[in-house]
């Protein structure tokens, strides 16, 4: 069985003002595919993941999202319909409780799903993450930085979206916890069957978790293919990989 595309961007230009930071992106990602984003700072994988989830308005192209064009549609809908979206820096409120933030993740879908529903959810989030059922009454701000990490994902995870943008998710954590911000990322996928498309610095952990790979370079997609290839192109191992 030929699995679905979830998510087909076409043909992406993106603006700043009047500079052209993303020059015509075509990338697709299968149902149950985890899909990195990789290259160097600048090359626009952050602007391009705006341009899929509705924050980055100044675009051409066409992006489909389950068989719909959602390209002119606001970020705030397109979680409605599935997608969600983790930002870099995480972007959780530091002055709200994590519980509280969590609800936040879950905010549109009420009062068409119920309050009891919902908090049966959480408490399948409160299972895959112990450390935030530990502090759901700290303050966000009070968590270290992989645990605001996994606040984001689980917050994401109660949109229940079919696609999850992760956004550099291990930006800023000691490699220990990185590496496991990661294992739940594919872990969230074999649980929960979601989609992932993931932009991460660390081009090796990325393409350990994921299927298939685009390399970005100053706006264009240079490379793809399944993470096997990309592992093993030269130009990635001498530009992304290092020696190891
Ligand atoms: P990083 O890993 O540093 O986030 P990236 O690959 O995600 O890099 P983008 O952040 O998408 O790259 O940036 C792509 C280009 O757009 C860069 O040249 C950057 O300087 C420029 N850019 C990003 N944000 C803005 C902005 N708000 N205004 C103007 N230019 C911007």
């Known amino acids: 069985k030929v699995a679905n595309v979830i998510l087909q961007a076409e043909n992406i230009v993106a603006r700043y003002g009047p500079v052209e930071v993303l020059h015509g992106i ?9 899909v990195s984003l990789l290259g160097s700072n600048g090359a626009g994988k952050t602007t391009l ?3 899929i989830c509705g924050l980055h308005s100044s675009k051409e192209g066409k992006v489909r999202f389950r068989g719909e064009e ?5 970020a705030e809908l397109v979680v409605s319909r599935g997608m969600a979206h983790v930002p870099e820096r995480r972007q959780i409120f530091s002055t709200m409780t994590v519980e509280d933030n969590l609800w936040l993740g879950a905010s549109h879908r009420m009062p068409k799903t119920s309050k009891k529903e919902i908090a049966k959810e959480m408490e ?6 112990p ?4 502090r759901k009454w700290q303050m966000g701000g009070t968590l270290s930085g992989g645990q605001q990490q996994m606040l984001a994902i689980g917050r994401a995870l109660l949109s229940r979206p079919q696609l999850l943008l992760l956004d550099e998710p291990s930006l800023g954590l000691a490699p220990l916890i990185a590496k496991e911000i990661l294992t739940i990322v594919q872990e969230i996928r074999a649980e929960w069957g979601t989609t992932v498309l993931l932009v991460e610095q660390n081009a090796r952990a990325a393409l350990a978790i ?3 790979a685009y ?5 264009t997609v240079m490379l793809e293919g399944t993470s096997e290839e990309i592992m093993n192109d030269p130009r990635v191992q001498s530009a992304y990989l290092g020696h190891a």
């Open 26 to 34: 075509n990338l697709n990602v299968k149902e149950g595919e985890i």
């Open 49 to 51: 993941l705006n341009c």
């Open 70 to 74: 959602i390209t002119k549609v606001p």
């Open 124 to 129: 399948t989030v409160y299972q895959r993450f």
């Open 131 to 134: 450390i935030l059922a530990e």
């Open 210 to 212: 994921s299927d298939r």
């Open 215 to 219: 390399v970005l370079s100053t706006g």
